[in-house]
Protein backbone atom coordinates (compact mmCIF):
# COMPACT_ATOMS: atom_id res chain seq x y z
CA UNK A 1 0.00 0.00 0.00
CA UNK A 2 2.31 2.67 0.68
CA UNK A 3 4.95 2.10 -1.89
CA UNK A 4 2.16 3.28 -4.43
CA UNK A 5 2.50 6.05 -1.92
CA UNK A 6 6.15 6.55 -2.33
CA UNK A 7 6.14 6.03 -6.05
CA UNK A 8 5.24 9.18 -7.02
CA UNK A 9 9.20 10.60 -5.63
CA UNK A 10 10.90 9.58 -8.56
CA UNK A 11 8.79 11.85 -10.21
CA UNK A 12 8.91 14.91 -8.55
CA UNK A 13 12.96 14.51 -8.42
CA UNK A 14 12.73 14.41 -11.97
CA UNK A 15 10.25 17.73 -12.61
CA UNK A 16 12.70 19.01 -9.87
CA UNK A 17 16.20 18.52 -11.78
CA UNK A 18 13.79 19.88 -14.87
CA UNK A 19 13.37 23.13 -13.05
CA UNK A 20 17.00 23.74 -11.99
CA UNK A 21 17.62 23.35 -15.60
CA UNK A 22 15.45 25.81 -16.62
CA UNK A 23 17.59 27.95 -14.13
CA UNK A 24 15.72 30.76 -11.46
CA UNK A 25 12.76 32.45 -13.09
CA UNK A 26 10.87 35.03 -10.72
CA UNK A 27 14.06 36.72 -8.85
CA UNK A 28 14.30 40.84 -8.90
CA UNK A 29 17.05 42.38 -7.14
CA UNK A 30 15.36 45.15 -6.25
CA UNK A 31 18.47 47.48 -4.94
CA UNK A 32 22.08 47.03 -6.69
CA UNK A 33 24.42 45.85 -4.39
CA UNK A 34 26.72 48.92 -4.85
CA UNK A 35 28.07 48.39 -1.49
CA UNK A 36 28.64 45.27 1.32
CA UNK A 37 26.11 47.95 3.34
CA UNK A 38 23.28 47.83 0.71
CA UNK A 39 20.32 45.64 1.96
CA UNK A 40 19.49 43.36 -1.61
CA UNK A 41 15.65 42.32 -1.64
CA UNK A 42 14.73 39.35 -3.56
CA UNK A 43 11.18 39.08 -4.05
CA UNK A 44 9.60 35.52 -5.42
CA UNK A 45 5.97 34.68 -6.41
CA UNK A 46 4.81 31.45 -6.04
CA UNK A 47 1.58 29.54 -6.22
CA UNK A 48 0.92 25.81 -5.47
CA UNK A 49 -0.93 23.54 -7.91
CA UNK A 50 -0.97 19.98 -9.49
CA UNK A 51 1.04 18.31 -12.20
CA UNK A 52 0.44 15.01 -13.24
CA UNK A 53 -1.50 14.11 -10.33
CA UNK A 54 1.70 15.30 -7.71
CA UNK A 55 1.63 18.59 -6.01
CA UNK A 56 4.42 21.02 -6.64
CA UNK A 57 4.93 25.11 -6.10
CA UNK A 58 5.12 26.74 -9.77
CA UNK A 59 6.54 29.64 -10.29
CA UNK A 60 5.49 33.16 -10.93
CA UNK A 61 4.61 32.40 -14.61
CA UNK A 62 2.62 28.67 -13.39
CA UNK A 63 5.23 26.93 -15.66
CA UNK A 64 8.24 25.41 -13.89
CA UNK A 65 7.60 23.21 -10.83
CA UNK A 66 9.61 23.19 -7.60
CA UNK A 67 11.99 25.95 -9.10
CA UNK A 68 15.39 26.73 -7.65
CA UNK A 69 15.38 29.78 -5.50
CA UNK A 70 18.56 32.16 -5.45
CA UNK A 71 19.91 34.41 -2.95
CA UNK A 72 23.21 35.71 -1.52
CA UNK A 73 24.22 35.64 1.92
CA UNK A 74 22.97 38.69 3.68
CA UNK A 75 19.94 39.41 1.25
CA UNK A 76 16.68 39.51 2.41
CA UNK A 77 14.33 37.07 0.75
CA UNK A 78 10.69 37.81 0.28
CA UNK A 79 8.61 35.43 -0.67
CA UNK A 80 4.87 35.43 -1.36
CA UNK A 81 2.87 32.30 -2.05
CA UNK A 82 -0.61 31.46 -2.72
CA UNK A 83 -2.86 28.18 -3.37
CA UNK A 84 -3.44 27.86 -7.20
CA UNK A 85 -5.32 24.61 -6.96
CA UNK A 86 -7.19 26.07 -3.58
CA UNK A 87 -6.08 23.43 -1.37
CA UNK A 88 -4.44 24.13 2.14
CA UNK A 89 -0.63 24.33 2.07
CA UNK A 90 2.08 26.33 3.60
CA UNK A 91 6.04 26.34 2.98
CA UNK A 92 8.78 26.04 5.45
CA UNK A 93 12.85 26.72 5.43
CA UNK A 94 13.77 24.50 8.11
CA UNK A 95 17.55 25.28 8.03
CA UNK A 96 16.33 29.10 8.16
CA UNK A 97 13.42 28.61 10.60
CA UNK A 98 11.35 29.80 7.88
CA UNK A 99 7.96 29.08 8.30
CA UNK A 100 5.15 30.46 6.79
CA UNK A 101 1.34 30.64 7.74
CA UNK A 102 -1.22 27.86 6.12
CA UNK A 103 -3.09 29.33 3.19
CA UNK A 104 -5.82 28.09 0.95
CA UNK A 105 -8.11 29.99 -1.28
CA UNK A 106 -10.05 31.62 1.33
CA UNK A 107 -7.38 33.03 3.12
CA UNK A 108 -5.30 34.45 -0.56
CA UNK A 109 -1.68 34.83 -0.64
CA UNK A 110 0.61 34.97 2.69
CA UNK A 111 4.42 36.18 2.61
CA UNK A 112 6.96 35.48 4.94
CA UNK A 113 10.27 37.66 4.72
CA UNK A 114 14.02 36.21 6.03
CA UNK A 115 17.04 36.64 6.13
CA UNK A 116 19.21 34.30 3.62
CA UNK A 117 21.78 34.21 7.24
CA UNK A 118 23.95 31.19 5.59
CA UNK A 119 25.33 29.60 2.29
CA UNK A 120 24.07 26.40 1.10
CA UNK A 121 21.83 24.63 -0.51
CA UNK A 122 18.39 24.54 1.86
CA UNK A 123 15.54 22.72 1.09
CA UNK A 124 11.54 24.31 1.06
CA UNK A 125 8.65 21.85 1.14
CA UNK A 126 4.95 21.71 2.51
CA UNK A 127 5.05 21.14 6.02
CA UNK A 128 1.29 19.23 5.55
CA UNK A 129 1.89 15.68 6.39
CA UNK A 130 2.33 13.78 3.01
CA UNK A 131 2.79 16.91 1.03
CA UNK A 132 6.97 17.04 0.28
CA UNK A 133 6.74 13.22 0.18
CA UNK A 134 4.04 13.97 -3.20
CA UNK A 135 5.95 16.43 -4.72
CA UNK A 136 5.91 19.64 -2.52
CA UNK A 137 9.99 20.83 -2.13
CA UNK A 138 12.53 22.54 -3.44
CA UNK A 139 15.89 24.30 -3.39
CA UNK A 140 16.63 27.72 -2.27
CA UNK A 141 20.52 28.72 -3.07
CA UNK A 142 22.52 30.91 -0.77
CA UNK A 143 25.71 32.02 -2.65
CA UNK A 144 28.41 32.41 -0.17
CA UNK A 145 29.77 36.14 0.20
CA UNK A 146 33.90 36.56 1.29
CA UNK A 147 32.35 37.59 4.79
CA UNK A 148 30.11 34.18 5.46
CA UNK A 149 30.06 32.15 8.28
CA UNK A 150 30.45 28.30 7.03
CA UNK A 151 28.81 25.21 6.64
CA UNK A 152 24.71 24.86 7.02
CA UNK A 153 23.08 22.48 10.06
CA UNK A 154 20.84 19.80 8.82
CA UNK A 155 17.20 20.07 8.53
CA UNK A 156 15.35 19.34 12.01
CA UNK A 157 11.93 18.38 12.33
CA UNK A 158 12.70 20.36 16.17
CA UNK A 159 13.87 23.49 14.01
CA UNK A 160 9.85 22.96 11.76
CA UNK A 161 8.18 22.90 15.23
CA UNK A 162 9.74 25.72 17.42
CA UNK A 163 8.93 28.07 13.64
CA UNK A 164 5.20 26.58 14.15
CA UNK A 165 4.88 27.46 17.74
CA UNK A 166 3.70 25.74 21.04
CA UNK A 167 0.57 23.41 20.62
CA UNK A 168 -2.55 24.41 20.52
CA UNK A 169 -4.77 24.25 23.69
CA UNK A 170 -7.92 22.35 22.88
CA UNK A 171 -10.95 24.53 21.27
CA UNK A 172 -14.16 24.14 22.39
CA UNK A 173 -16.47 21.68 20.69
CA UNK A 174 -17.20 23.15 16.85
CA UNK A 175 -21.10 24.85 17.15
CA UNK A 176 -21.84 23.51 13.30
CA UNK A 177 -21.07 19.82 14.14
CA UNK A 178 -23.09 17.65 12.16
CA UNK A 179 -23.72 13.84 12.68
CA UNK A 180 -21.07 11.93 10.14
CA UNK A 181 -22.53 8.33 11.01
CA UNK A 182 -23.34 6.18 7.95
CA UNK A 183 -26.89 4.68 8.95
CA UNK A 184 -25.93 0.49 8.46
CA UNK A 185 -29.19 0.21 7.07
CA UNK A 186 -27.89 1.70 3.51
CA UNK A 187 -26.96 -1.11 1.74
CA UNK A 188 -27.94 -1.01 -2.14
CA UNK A 189 -30.58 -3.70 -2.94
CA UNK A 190 -29.25 -7.13 -4.46
CA UNK A 191 -28.64 -6.87 -8.19
CA UNK A 192 -30.39 -10.18 -8.90
CA UNK A 193 -29.92 -11.63 -12.72
CA UNK A 194 -28.53 -9.59 -15.30
CA UNK A 195 -26.11 -9.03 -18.17
CA UNK A 196 -23.20 -6.88 -17.33
CA UNK A 197 -23.65 -3.43 -18.13
CA UNK A 198 -21.99 0.31 -17.57
CA UNK A 199 -22.83 1.45 -13.70
CA UNK A 200 -22.37 4.88 -12.94
CA UNK A 201 -20.92 6.69 -9.47
CA UNK A 202 -20.61 10.26 -8.78
CA UNK A 203 -19.29 10.89 -4.85
CA UNK A 204 -18.45 14.15 -3.79
CA UNK A 205 -15.48 14.26 -1.32
CA UNK A 206 -16.37 16.95 1.74
CA UNK A 207 -14.47 18.16 4.84
CA UNK A 208 -16.88 18.87 7.70
CA UNK A 209 -17.10 19.31 11.34
CA UNK A 210 -18.88 16.16 12.50
CA UNK A 211 -19.82 14.73 16.12
CA UNK A 212 -16.84 12.29 17.19
CA UNK A 213 -18.67 11.99 20.64
CA UNK A 214 -20.99 13.47 23.63
CA UNK A 215 -19.60 17.32 23.39
CA UNK A 216 -16.96 15.81 21.27
CA UNK A 217 -16.21 17.00 17.93
CA UNK A 218 -13.68 16.65 14.50
CA UNK A 219 -12.96 18.10 10.89
CA UNK A 220 -13.81 14.98 9.28
CA UNK A 221 -12.69 14.16 5.70
CA UNK A 222 -15.77 12.12 3.91
CA UNK A 223 -16.63 10.50 0.83
CA UNK A 224 -20.27 12.09 0.89
CA UNK A 225 -20.25 13.66 4.03
CA UNK A 226 -20.72 10.65 5.77
CA UNK A 227 -18.78 7.70 7.37
CA UNK A 228 -18.18 5.68 6.07
CA UNK A 229 -18.71 6.49 2.12
CA UNK A 230 -21.45 5.06 0.38
CA UNK A 231 -21.41 1.05 -0.30
CA UNK A 232 -21.75 0.71 -3.75
CA UNK A 233 -22.44 -2.77 -5.35
CA UNK A 234 -21.69 -3.98 -8.30
CA UNK A 235 -21.72 -7.57 -10.85
CA UNK A 236 -19.12 -8.95 -12.20
CA UNK A 237 -18.01 -8.17 -15.57
CA UNK A 238 -19.78 -4.64 -14.99
CA UNK A 239 -17.77 -1.54 -16.10
CA UNK A 240 -18.42 1.24 -13.59
CA UNK A 241 -17.29 5.10 -14.04
CA UNK A 242 -16.18 6.66 -10.95
CA UNK A 243 -16.43 10.70 -11.01
CA UNK A 244 -14.95 12.11 -7.58
CA UNK A 245 -16.05 15.24 -7.47
CA UNK A 246 -13.89 17.51 -4.97
CA UNK A 247 -16.38 19.93 -2.72
CA UNK A 248 -14.81 23.86 -3.19
CA UNK A 249 -14.81 24.50 -0.10
CA UNK A 250 -12.11 21.36 0.80
CA UNK A 251 -8.56 22.45 2.04
CA UNK A 252 -6.99 18.83 1.07
CA UNK A 253 -6.57 17.36 -2.58
CA UNK A 254 -8.67 14.46 -2.58
CA UNK A 255 -8.76 10.76 -4.43
CA UNK A 256 -10.78 7.26 -4.55
CA UNK A 257 -8.53 3.95 -4.56
CA UNK A 258 -10.99 0.90 -4.94
CA UNK A 259 -9.27 -2.20 -4.06
CA UNK A 260 -11.70 -3.95 -6.94
CA UNK A 261 -9.64 -1.87 -9.56
CA UNK A 262 -6.87 -3.56 -11.26
CA UNK A 263 -4.04 -1.03 -12.65
CA UNK A 264 -3.94 2.59 -11.54
CA UNK A 265 -2.99 2.59 -8.27
CA UNK A 266 -6.69 1.47 -7.52
CA UNK A 267 -7.79 4.89 -9.43
CA UNK A 268 -5.88 6.49 -6.83
CA UNK A 269 -2.72 7.65 -9.71
CA UNK A 270 -5.79 9.22 -11.65
CA UNK A 271 -8.39 11.45 -9.30
CA UNK A 272 -6.24 13.66 -7.62
CA UNK A 273 -8.79 16.23 -7.28
CA UNK A 274 -8.33 19.89 -6.74
CA UNK A 275 -10.83 21.25 -4.28
CA UNK A 276 -14.05 22.65 -7.01
CA UNK A 277 -12.49 19.93 -9.43
CA UNK A 278 -14.01 16.54 -10.40
CA UNK A 279 -11.98 13.56 -12.38
CA UNK A 280 -13.83 10.30 -13.88
CA UNK A 281 -11.96 6.69 -14.52
CA UNK A 282 -13.73 3.93 -15.52
CA UNK A 283 -12.86 0.11 -14.14
CA UNK A 284 -13.97 -3.21 -15.33
CA UNK A 285 -15.01 -5.36 -11.87
CA UNK A 286 -13.06 -8.13 -13.17
CA UNK A 287 -13.20 -9.73 -9.52
CA UNK A 288 -15.84 -11.08 -7.32
CA UNK A 289 -16.03 -9.69 -4.02
CA UNK A 290 -16.03 -7.26 -1.03
CA UNK A 291 -13.64 -4.67 -1.14
CA UNK A 292 -12.46 -1.35 0.60
CA UNK A 293 -12.46 1.90 -1.24
CA UNK A 294 -10.14 4.57 0.23
CA UNK A 295 -8.82 7.90 -0.21
CA UNK A 296 -5.27 7.93 -1.49
CA UNK A 297 -3.31 11.35 -0.78
CA UNK A 298 -0.35 12.18 1.15
CA UNK A 299 -0.99 11.68 4.12
CA UNK A 300 -2.69 8.36 3.38
CA UNK A 301 -3.09 7.54 6.87
CA UNK A 302 -4.66 11.24 8.07
CA UNK A 303 -7.08 10.99 5.01
CA UNK A 304 -8.22 7.97 5.86
CA UNK A 305 -8.52 8.40 9.85
CA UNK A 306 -10.33 11.00 9.25
CA UNK A 307 -13.14 8.96 7.44
CA UNK A 308 -11.74 8.75 3.86
CA UNK A 309 -13.37 4.55 3.39
CA UNK A 310 -16.33 2.95 2.19
CA UNK A 311 -17.22 -0.64 0.74
CA UNK A 312 -17.54 -1.89 -2.85
CA UNK A 313 -19.06 -5.32 -3.41
CA UNK A 314 -18.72 -6.57 -6.96
CA UNK A 315 -21.47 -9.30 -6.39
CA UNK A 316 -20.77 -12.88 -8.20
CA UNK A 317 -22.99 -13.78 -11.74
CA UNK A 318 -25.23 -16.09 -9.66
CA UNK A 319 -25.57 -13.39 -6.33
CA UNK A 320 -25.37 -13.99 -3.11
CA UNK A 321 -27.85 -16.36 -1.01
CA UNK A 322 -30.55 -14.23 0.13
CA UNK A 323 -31.43 -13.10 3.47
CA UNK A 324 -33.53 -11.35 5.74
CA UNK A 325 -31.41 -8.50 6.70
CA UNK A 326 -28.28 -6.57 5.05
CA UNK A 327 -26.31 -4.05 7.18
CA UNK A 328 -23.14 -2.03 6.39
CA UNK A 329 -20.17 -0.96 9.16
CA UNK A 330 -16.95 -0.43 8.87
CA UNK A 331 -14.15 0.17 11.50
CA UNK A 332 -11.68 3.14 12.11
CA UNK A 333 -8.85 3.87 14.24
CA UNK A 334 -8.71 7.54 15.65
CA UNK A 335 -5.76 9.59 16.12
CA UNK A 336 -6.43 12.82 18.36
CA UNK A 337 -3.68 12.87 20.93
CA UNK A 338 -6.40 13.05 23.60
CA UNK A 339 -8.12 10.45 25.36
CA UNK A 340 -11.28 9.18 24.53
CA UNK A 341 -13.98 11.20 26.58
CA UNK A 342 -12.11 14.39 26.74
CA UNK A 343 -14.83 17.10 25.04
CA UNK A 344 -13.76 19.80 22.79
CA UNK A 345 -12.90 19.84 18.99
CA UNK A 346 -10.23 17.65 18.59
CA UNK A 347 -7.12 17.97 15.99
CA UNK A 348 -6.03 14.94 14.13
CA UNK A 349 -2.33 13.69 15.77
CA UNK A 350 0.17 12.75 13.32
CA UNK A 351 2.52 11.75 15.62
CA UNK A 352 0.03 9.49 17.42
CA UNK A 353 -0.77 8.17 14.10
CA UNK A 354 3.04 6.98 13.31
CA UNK A 355 3.10 5.47 16.69
CA UNK A 356 -0.08 3.66 16.14
CA UNK A 357 -1.80 5.27 19.23
CA UNK A 358 -5.83 5.54 18.36
CA UNK A 359 -7.59 7.87 20.67
CA UNK A 360 -10.82 6.48 19.32
CA UNK A 361 -12.01 3.08 17.74
CA UNK A 362 -15.46 3.58 15.49
CA UNK A 363 -18.09 1.80 14.23
CA UNK A 364 -19.18 4.40 11.43
CA UNK A 365 -17.54 7.33 11.86
CA UNK A 366 -18.32 8.07 15.72
CA UNK A 367 -18.54 6.63 19.30
CA UNK A 368 -21.65 5.70 19.63
CA UNK A 369 -22.83 5.27 16.21
CA UNK A 370 -24.67 2.15 16.32
CA UNK A 371 -25.81 2.22 20.15
CA UNK A 372 -27.17 5.24 20.24
CA UNK A 373 -28.07 7.03 16.66
CA UNK A 374 -28.73 3.77 14.80
CA UNK A 375 -29.95 0.22 15.87
CA UNK A 376 -29.42 -2.57 14.09
CA UNK A 377 -32.63 -4.52 14.56
CA UNK A 378 -33.97 -8.80 13.53
CA UNK A 379 -36.36 -10.92 14.39
CA UNK A 380 -35.92 -14.35 16.20
CA UNK A 381 -36.15 -17.00 13.28
CA UNK A 382 -34.14 -14.20 10.76
CA UNK A 383 -31.33 -14.68 8.59
CA UNK A 384 -29.03 -11.25 9.39
CA UNK A 385 -25.80 -10.54 7.05
CA UNK A 386 -23.31 -7.85 7.68
CA UNK A 387 -20.63 -6.04 5.55
CA UNK A 388 -17.86 -5.50 7.48
CA UNK A 389 -14.98 -3.58 6.40
CA UNK A 390 -11.78 -1.90 8.33
CA UNK A 391 -10.90 1.35 7.01
CA UNK A 392 -8.20 1.72 9.38
CA UNK A 393 -5.91 3.28 8.70
CA UNK A 394 -3.55 0.74 10.82
CA UNK A 395 -5.68 -1.62 13.31
CA UNK A 396 -6.85 -4.93 12.25
CA UNK A 397 -10.40 -5.78 13.92
CA UNK A 398 -11.13 -9.27 15.79
CA UNK A 399 -14.54 -9.22 14.92
CA UNK A 400 -16.92 -10.83 16.83
CA UNK A 401 -20.51 -10.40 17.76
CA UNK A 402 -21.05 -11.44 21.74
CA UNK A 403 -23.71 -14.32 22.16
CA UNK A 404 -23.99 -15.19 19.05
CA UNK A 405 -21.87 -17.52 16.07
CA UNK A 406 -21.23 -16.83 12.40
CA UNK A 407 -23.27 -19.67 10.59
CA UNK A 408 -21.22 -18.73 7.51
CA UNK A 409 -17.94 -16.18 6.94
CA UNK A 410 -16.60 -14.80 3.51
CA UNK A 411 -13.77 -14.31 4.72
CA UNK A 412 -11.13 -11.74 3.57
CA UNK A 413 -14.14 -10.57 1.42
CA UNK A 414 -13.60 -13.25 -1.05
CA UNK A 415 -17.15 -15.00 -2.10
CA UNK A 416 -15.54 -17.64 -3.54
CA UNK A 417 -15.31 -19.98 -0.40
CA UNK A 418 -17.38 -19.66 2.56
CA UNK A 419 -16.16 -20.75 6.74
CA UNK A 420 -18.80 -22.43 8.63
CA UNK A 421 -19.41 -21.96 12.49
CA UNK A 422 -16.97 -19.13 13.76
CA UNK A 423 -16.73 -16.82 16.86
CA UNK A 424 -14.35 -14.16 15.30
CA UNK A 425 -12.86 -13.35 12.27
CA UNK A 426 -10.22 -11.33 11.68
CA UNK A 427 -10.23 -8.10 9.16
CA UNK A 428 -7.11 -6.33 8.23
CA UNK A 429 -7.01 -2.88 7.16
CA UNK A 430 -7.95 -1.88 3.83
CA UNK A 431 -10.18 -5.55 3.93
CA UNK A 432 -13.59 -7.02 4.28
CA UNK A 433 -15.45 -9.90 5.51
CA UNK A 434 -19.25 -10.56 4.96
CA UNK A 435 -20.73 -12.64 7.67
CA UNK A 436 -23.96 -14.50 7.52
CA UNK A 437 -26.03 -16.12 10.94
CA UNK A 438 -29.52 -16.88 11.83
CA UNK A 439 -30.78 -15.23 15.29
CA UNK A 440 -32.21 -18.06 17.28
CA UNK A 441 -33.10 -16.31 20.77
CA UNK A 442 -34.29 -12.46 21.73
CA UNK A 443 -31.82 -9.96 23.07
CA UNK A 444 -28.71 -7.41 22.83
CA UNK A 445 -25.93 -8.34 20.87
CA UNK A 446 -23.04 -6.65 20.42
CA UNK A 447 -21.06 -6.02 18.16
CA UNK A 448 -17.48 -5.67 19.30
CA UNK A 449 -13.91 -5.96 17.99
CA UNK A 450 -12.77 -9.05 20.67
CA UNK A 451 -9.91 -6.98 21.38
CA UNK A 452 -12.07 -5.01 23.95
CA UNK A 453 -9.99 -2.21 25.61
CA UNK A 454 -11.44 -0.93 22.26
CA UNK A 455 -15.16 -0.77 23.32
CA UNK A 456 -13.55 2.07 26.03
CA UNK A 457 -12.57 3.91 23.17
CA UNK A 458 -15.81 3.54 21.46
CA UNK A 459 -16.32 0.59 19.54
CA UNK A 460 -19.07 -1.11 20.27
CA UNK A 461 -22.80 -1.49 17.69
CA UNK A 462 -26.48 -3.23 18.84
CA UNK A 463 -28.06 -5.43 17.24
CA UNK A 464 -31.56 -5.99 19.06
CA UNK A 465 -33.29 -9.09 18.08
CA UNK A 466 -37.48 -9.24 19.04
CA UNK A 467 -39.00 -12.12 19.05
CA UNK A 468 -40.25 -15.63 21.05
CA UNK A 469 -37.54 -17.09 24.03
CA UNK A 470 -37.22 -20.55 22.66
CA UNK A 471 -35.56 -22.88 26.16
CA UNK A 472 -34.14 -24.80 24.25
CA UNK A 473 -31.80 -22.16 22.56
CA UNK A 474 -30.80 -20.45 26.33
CA UNK A 475 -32.14 -20.22 29.49
CA UNK A 476 -31.36 -18.59 32.66
CA UNK A 477 -32.14 -21.72 34.45
CA UNK A 478 -32.63 -20.19 38.38
CA UNK A 479 -32.48 -17.18 40.46
CA UNK A 480 -28.55 -16.47 42.53
CA UNK A 481 -28.30 -18.88 45.41
CA UNK A 482 -25.97 -19.21 47.94
CA UNK A 483 -24.09 -22.72 48.04
CA UNK A 484 -23.91 -24.59 50.80
CA UNK A 485 -20.27 -25.29 51.40
CA UNK A 486 -19.51 -28.56 52.86
CA UNK A 487 -16.23 -29.40 54.74
CU1 LIG B 1 -8.66 12.58 0.98
Not at 137 to 163: N, R
Not at 269 to 279: H, I, M, N, S
Not at 411 to 429: I, M
Request: proline fraction near 7%; hydrophobic fraction near 40%; include cysteine.
Amino acid sequence: MFARVLAPIPFAIAVFVGAAMAGPLTSVAQAAPATAQKEVVRQYTLSTGMADGKMVYLDAQGKASNPVLKANVGDTVVLTIGSGEGAQHDIVIPDLKVASKKFDSSTGSVTVRFKASKPGRFTYYCSIPGHQQIGMEGVLEVAATSASPAAAAPASKAAVAAAAGPALALAPAAADAVSITMDPNSVPPAIGKRAPTLVKYRIDTVELNGKLDDGTTFNYWTFGSKVPGPMLRVKQGDTVEMTLANHKSSKMVHSIDLHSVTGGHGGGADTQVAPGQEKTIRFKALNPGLYVYHCATPSVPHHISAGMYGLILVEPEEGLPPVDREYYVMQGDLYTGRAAGTKGHHEYSPERASDELPSFYTFNGAVGSLTKEFKMTAKVGETVRVYFGVGGPNKVSSFHVIGEIFDKVYSEGSVSSVKKDVQTTLVAPGGATIVDFKVNYPGSYILVDHALSRVGKGLAGILEVTGERDVAVYEPVSPTQTVAHQH
